[in-house]
């Protein structure tokens, strides 16, 4: 079998982005939702380890918004319009894992991400890495419908016809 590309997933393959994504999500939690702050803060935003049981437990942000934080699905809806945003504004470091970068550059195959991460911020930490001029295609939850987020396939099929059609 002939590889023609790498699709990589960036939260939790390429960097570790969960004390960042857990602290944006408190601050945002804090307009929408100030009922689940402070004491209330939800377990699941409370360590990096009760975090990835309810991230991987959850179909999509969405879910993983209103049945493991317990935000209304109007909150829900709000938060998603706010993410973007705190996520550009926040300064919580965003580290490659071990040996990533090492990885990247030794590829000599089209390479394009697909993530419930907004593109921008990928691209904002690639290019701190200065592997961005390795990657044809980046596809962010805020590239795709919101009716078309992981798990479905939609993003990575337009990442993939974005790496090959290149």
């Known amino acids: 079998m002939k590889l023609n590309a790498i699709l990589w997933d960036y939260d939790g393959t390429l960097v570790n982005s969960v004390p960042k994504n857990i602290d944006i999500t408190k ?3 804090s307009i929408v939702a100030p009922r689940l702050t402070g004491i209330n803060l939800p377990k699941y935003l409370q360590s990096e380890e009760k ?53 990247i550059n030794q590829i000599n195959l089209p390479q394009g991400i697909c993530s419930q991460n907004s593109s921008e911020n990928i691209n904002q930490v690639l290019n701190k890495y200065n592997i961005s001029h390795k990657f044809n295609s980046i596809i962010g939850y805020d590239d795709i419908p919101s009716n078309m987020q992981k798990p479905s396939s939609y993003g990575g099929i337009k990442c993939l016809n974005q790496i090959l059609t290149l």
Not at 54 to 62: E, G, P, R, V, Y
Not at 80 to 93: A, D, F, I, S, V
């Open 27 to 29: 601050q945002i939690l």
């Open 51 to 103: 975090y990835h049981i309810a991230n991987h437990q959850s179909k999509n942000w969405q879910d993983l918004y209103v049945n493991y934080y317990g935000m209304t699905e109007k909150e829900m809806l709000k938060a998603g319009t706010l993410w973007t945003e705190h996520q550009l504004k926040n300064n919580t470091p965003v580290e490659l894992f071990s040996e990533i970068k090492e990885t």
